[in-house]
Structure formats: C-alpha cells, structure tokens
C-alpha cells in the first residue's frame, strides 16, 4: 500500500481543515487506517483510527469532539476532518494502513509522507 497524505496548511484558532489520505493497492478496504501526527520535539502519537468497514473509530482524547475519521473504500481514501483546531494541534500529519487489522494500535506497517498541519493563536 502507498499512501499520499494532503490537505494540510496554516490556519488561524478556531478554523478547520480536511486532510485526505489517497491509498494505492487492493489492501485498502481491508486494512484499518490511522491518523498520526507528531509536533516539534514530541513523539509521534495516533490521532484517530477507523476499521476496514468504517463502523468503528478511534479518537485521543485531545481530539474527541473536534475531529472526525471517515473513509472512503470505492475512492482508497481516508480523510480526517479538523475542526475547532487549537495552536496545540500544530503537527506534521501522517496516515498509516495496518493490514492485519488490530483496530486500534496496530502494527501501521504502512506510511503516507507527512502533511504539515499549522495553528496560529
């Protein structure tokens, strides 16, 4: 599976953005997928997780409320909606595929290059 992360940018408090996560390979739909990110001299942490189906989701505690996982199987795509973003939210954003479905840790064997997410006060 390849994946191409977008959909990042600057954005003021308060203000939203949608990132999409563009999956090449026939593993997609059976694969849960993963919203990362990691901020300047942090570890990388799991946003939000969604199962191969779409039924089921996962959100850090940080981002419940404000962010919405979803996925798209017939285009191989999985987005993350950001709304209410705060300065805290500014990270470098990656999507991950884990293909043996262990909803919602992993092993995310698979990775997107990151998009730069970034919230001014």
């Known amino acids: 599976v390849q994946l191409q992360a977008s959909g990042g940018g600057l954005v003021q408090a308060g203000g939203s953005l949608r990132l999409s996560c563009a999956a090449s390979g026939r593993t997609f739909s059976s694969s849960v997928m993963g919203w990362f990110r990691q901020a300047a001299g942090k570890e990388r942490e799991l946003v939000a997780a969604i199962s191969w189906t779409g039924t089921s989701t996962y959100y850090t505690d940080s981002v419940k409320g404000r962010f919405t996982i979803s996925r798209d199987n017939a285009k191989n795509t999985v987005y993350l909606q950001m709304n209410s973003l705060k300065p805290e939210d500014t990270a470098v954003y990656y999507c991950?595929?884990?293909?043996?479905?262990?909803?919602?840790?992993?092993?995310?064997?698979?990775w997107g290059h990151g998009t730069q997410v970034t919230v001014s006060s």
């Open positions: 991950a595929a884990d293909p043996w479905r262990n909803f919602p840790m992993g092993p995310y064997v698979y």
